[in-house]
């Protein structure tokens, strides 16, 4: 059965936070408060400067979703789109799910001009590295910090 890939909707808001703490537990053993998550989630569809959400379906049902974010590049003068939160139903996965929604990113960032995409994946996740590698994305030479909370 074919995939297709729309805009998410507030109707979609119940898959996305369920999916994103399933995302956050698979891949980082972190239980995310469902509150604050719901709210965040909310928050983009409040807020498109802050980014938009794509929802895999097949037969009509959703499989996956990501979100795009966008980062200013002063050296570049245009934005990268950052793919995130990435999540595919375990039934689905390895069926092209990442594969057909990263290229509906990729098509609307070079439509709007975007000057290239960037994600971040888990040191160990190699099966995930194969997969962007696969998709022509390079390993970056950054290494990424964070500090939360501020205080």
């Not at 698979?26 to 604050?36: I, M, N």
């Not at 938009?52 to 996956?64: H, I, K, N």
């Not at 290239?116 to 390079?138: H, I, W």
Request: hydrophobic residues 45%; proline residues 3%.
């Amino acid at each position: 059965m074919p995939l297709s890939v729309r805009p998410a909707r507030r109707g979609d808001l119940a898959h996305l936070v369920a999916w994103n703490a399933a995302m956050a537990w698979e891949t980082e053993a972190k239980r995310l408060d469902g509150a604050v998550l719901e709210r965040g989630v909310a928050a983009v569809f409040d807020e498109p400067r802050r980014g938009f959400y794509l929802v895999a379906e097949r037969g009509g049902a959703a499989v996956g979703s990501l979100l795009v974010t966008y980062e200013w590049s002063d050296w570049r003068c245009g934005d990268f789109w950052w793919i995130q939160s990435v999540y595919v139903v375990p039934e689905a996965r390895r069926g092209g799910v990442f594969r057909t929604l990263y290229a509906e990113v990729a098509a609307r960032a070079r439509a709007a001009g975007a000057v290239g995409l960037r994600l971040y994946v888990e040191t160990e996740n190699r099966r995930a590295q194969a997969t962007y590698e696969g998709l022509g994305m390079e390993r970056c030479h950054y290494f990424m910090y964070e500090r939360t909370p501020l205080g």
